[in-house]
């Protein structure tokens, strides 16, 4: 079972940006994807983008396709969320997950604890 | 507005069978598997049954899965109160080339 924990809870001005961090314990980390999932409040979850640490390269959803970047720091086994242009809409819980199978599973059994980040003036 | 559409809202007395029924199209449900997650208040969702009707080990068969077309459902059987919490539905989407998930169905028991 890998142990994911995320960063603390965030409070970001509208424009700004904010970076939530997601380390990875008790895995494969190079080899595991890495998804973000967000979940607005009282709304569903909504899938943002996946990262491979060993490819380096992320895929987004074409929704936040220019505002996300999601990169990932094998040395200590992290990976990040960067949200950009932020508004009152992305106030949300931030999940990292891994889907089990591949960048392209929905077979998501490992999540951090979730960080919630508030966007208000 | 998500991909996938639910119910609101589904309710059962204890001892009954539930049944939460997830609505898609060809591009992900119609052409992938369903995959059902349990989420309680305050926590990461739990996944509950992958390849439209496998359960993953601890999950108790009481919960049992089927796809049909373009839709999918999971039925719950012997409700129990501890059943309460928010199911979501997903599937990948190959026109969208990412997971989509459905707005959550919230289970009330009786």
């Known amino acids: 079972q890998v142990q994911l924990v995320q960063s603390g809870a965030e409070v970001k001005k509208p424009g700004s940006s904010v970076k939530v961090s997601c380390k990875a314990s008790?895995?494969?980390?190079?080899?595991?994807?890495i998804s973000w999932v967000r979940q607005a409040p009282g709304q569903g979850l909504e899938w943002m983008g996946v990262?491979?640490?060993?490819?380096?390269?992320?895929d987004y959803s074409q929704r936040f396709q220019d505002r996300v970047r999601i990169t990932a720091d094998e040395s200590t086994s992290t990976a990040y969320l960067e949200l950009s242009s932020l508004r009152s809409e992305d106030t949300a819980v931030y999940y990292c997950?891994?889907?089990?199978?591949?960048?392209?599973?929905?077979?998501?059994?490992?999540w951090g604890q979730g960080t919630l980040v508030t966007v208000s003036s | 507005q998500s991909v996938l559409t639910q119910s609101l809202s589904a309710s059962g007395t204890p001892g009954q069978r539930v049944i939460i029924s997830c609505s898609g199209s060809?591009?992900?449900?119609?052409?992938?598997?369903v995959f059902w997650y349990r989420q309680l208040p305050g926590t990461a969702p739990k996944l509950l049954i992958y390849?439209?009707?496998q359960r993953p080990s601890g999950v108790p068969d009481r919960f049992s899965g089927s796809k049909s077309g373009t839709s999918g459902s999971l039925a719950i059987s012997g409700l129990r109160s501890e059943d309460e919490a928010d199911y979501y539905c997903?599937?990948?989407?190959?026109?969208?080339?990412?997971?989509?998930f459905g707005g959550g169905t919230k289970l009330t028991v009786l």
């Open positions: 997950a891994i889907p089990y199978g591949g960048s392209n599973s929905v077979y998501y059994d490992d």
């Open positions: 008790g895995g494969t980390f190079i080899s595991d994807a």
């Open positions: 990262i491979i640490p060993i490819f380096g390269t992320a």
């Open positions: 060809s591009s992900n449900i119609g052409s992938n598997s």
């Open positions: 390849n439209n009707n």
């Open positions: 997903a599937a990948w989407d190959d026109t969208l080339t990412g997971p989509v």
